[in-house]
């Protein structure tokens, strides 16, 4: 069982809904982590947070909005997607430090979302 | 981030040893080297990382060369449950936030 949970597991959407993906975590960490894995692909990093501000977005497209609500909470909303955005939307959180570099990220097990 | 050079594909048997080689030649001095793996159908998880010194834990040993330029992974006695995608990481250590690049791994495949 992991300890970052992702919700929902399966997520099929049209072009223009509006959705969320969620994402929780209870280990105190203070970092948290939206990446993106086509199949047969590695993850990609999209955005990285730490303590609650966005440090990190590898350019990605506005049409993905993250949001930290709070410490234990991290959301991505979904808005106008389109077919090629269809992938696993991992999350991921860790300790924040000096040497963050060092610091092992824990996964969730994903968010498959799949436009129409 | 400094590129990490792994085998695509990679094959043992059960209860066999595996070591699963990475190339990092260009890494820097405070890079760490971090390994996950990713079973089917499961989001990444940590196995083991290291700055400069070998690394052991309840689920593999980290072999770190002298030079820094390139590590092994070692699975003492590899069960069908590590069959997966290994990925062999190189991060920036001074920064904060730790920002993984993946490659794109080695897959492993565990024979009875």
């Known amino acids: 069982d992991t300890e970052v949970t992702q919700t929902p597991k399966h997520l099929v959407m049209g072009m223009t809904n509006k959705k969320s993906l969620k994402c929780e975590q209870h280990?105190?960490?203070?970092?948290m982590y939206w990446y993106k894995q086509k199949a047969k692909k590695p993850p990609e990093l999209m955005f990285v947070?730490?303590?609650?501000?966005?440090?990190i977005n590898e350019s990605v497209p506005s049409r993905f909005s993250p949001e930290c609500p709070n410490s234990s909470l991290l959301n991505l909303h979904l808005h106008a997607l389109q077919p090629e955005d269809s992938a696993l939307y991992l999350c991921?959180?860790?300790?924040?430090?000096?040497?963050?570099?060092?610091?092992?990220?824990?996964f969730g097990d994903g968010t498959r979302l799949s436009i129409l | 981030d400094a590129k990490t050079t792994q085998p695509n594909s990679m094959e043992s048997n059960e209860e066999e040893p595996v070591h699963l080689p990475c190339n990092h030649s260009?890494?820097?001095?405070?890079?760490?080297i971090h390994w996950y793996r990713q079973l089917p159908s499961q989001g990444p998880e940590y196995v083991i990382h290291?700055?400069?010194s070998n690394v052991n834990n309840r689920m593999a040993s980290l072999a770190i060369a002298e030079d820094r330029k390139s590590s092994t992974l070692i699975l003492h006695r590899a069960t069908l449950r590590d069959a997966a995608v290994y990925y062999c990481?190189?991060?920036?250590?001074?920064?904060?936030?730790?920002?993984?690049?993946f490659g794109q791994g080695t897959i492993l495949t565990v024979h009875p």
């Open positions: 990481i190189s991060n920036a250590g001074g920064t904060s936030y730790g920002k993984l690049t």
């Open positions: 260009t890494i820097s001095g405070t890079d760490y």
């Open positions: 280990m105190g960490h203070r970092a």
């Open positions: 290291g700055l400069t």
């Open positions: 947070y730490s303590y609650e501000k966005l440090s």
């Open positions: 991921a959180s860790s300790q924040v430090g000096r040497a963050l570099g060092g610091q092992p990220q824990h």
